[in-house]
Nanobody
Framework: VQLQASGGGSVQAGGSLRLQCAAS????????MAWFRQAPGNEREFVSS????????SYRDSVKGRFTISRDHGKNTVYLQMNNLKSEDTALYYC?????????????????WGQGTLVTVSS
């Protein structure tokens, strides 16, 4: 069972990237999913989460209106569309599968983590 994150890269400020997190080994259709990130020298922080049926989402304040989380049950994949990127968005982005169907910003509520994909935004 694993999560494979991809889609990171280097962009200029104002640009866009779409991250994806593909799950394999089992279905996560009834699990909440989330994205976290960790910048060099900083602790891992919550970015966004989505509940099992995609009817509820949540975001950290600094990305509201710029990032959109979504999921495709048929592809067992979660996405993070990131628009109007800023230099402070530079970080290693991780996807995670939750222990419960609900969304959560608490990393301890997630039990499977992807390997991370690097996003670098230059100003």
């Amino acid at each position: 069972v694993q999560l494979q994150a991809s889609g990171g890269g280097s962009v200029q400020a104002g640009g866009s990237l779409r991250l994806q997190c593909a799950a394999s080994g089992r279905s996560f259709s009834f699990n909440g999913m989330a994205w976290f990130r960790q910048a060099p020298g900083n602790e891992r922080e919550f970015v966004s989460s989505i509940n099992w049926d995609a009817h509820r989402t949540s975001y950290r304040d600094s990305v509201k209106g710029r990032f959109t989380i979504s999921r495709d049950h048929g592809k067992n994949t979660v996405y993070l569309q990131m628009n109007n990127l800023k230099s402070e968005d530079t970080a290693l982005y991780y996807c995670a599968a939750g222990r419960r169907p609900a969304l959560s910003s608490n990393p301890y509520d997630y039990f499977i983590w992807g390997q991370g994909t690097l996003v670098t935004v230059s100003s």
